[in-house]
Nanobody
Framework: VQLQASGGGLVQAGGSLRLSCAASGRTASPYAMGWFRQAPGKEREFVAT????????YYADSVKGRFTISRDNAKNTVYLQMNSLKPEDTAVYYC??????????????????WGKGTQVTVSS
């Protein structure tokens, strides 16, 4: 499975961005998907995850109520809608496909495939 993330960019605080993660090759549809982020000098951290096939969602407390994860299984694509962005949301965002049997991708050890990151910069 190859994961290609896109949609990052520069936005002012309070603004919005929508990230996309398209899967190719062996489909990622049978797997839970997640988004992680890594700020300079910090460890990669969990942001949001969505289960398969029910599409249940779970968020890090820091983004709950502002970010929404969704998936379109027909398009093999996962989205992360980010609203009310804050400077502390600045990071490289990575999409991830979970290992078989994982319900929610919340830990690095849950990840089977990583996408290349996309930079999100929020200016104050």
């Amino acid at each position: 499975v190859q994961l290609q993330a896109s949609g990052g960019g520069l936005v002012q605080a309070g603004g919005s961005l929508r990230l996309s993660c398209a899967a190719s090759g062996r489909t990622a549809s049978p797997y839970a998907m997640g988004w992680f982020r890594q700020a300079p000098g910090k460890e990669r951290e969990f942001v949001a995850t969505i289960s398969w096939p029910r599409g249940s969602t779970y968020y890090a407390d820091s983004v709950k109520g502002r970010f929404t994860i969704s998936r379109d299984n027909a398009k093999n694509t996962v989205y992360l809608q980010m609203n009310s962005l804050k400077p502390e949301d600045t990071a490289v965002y990575y999409c991830a496909a979970g290992k078989a049997g994982i319900y929610y991708v919340t830990l690095l050890s849950h990840v089977n495939y990583w996408g290349k990151g996309t930079q999100v910069t929020v200016s104050s």
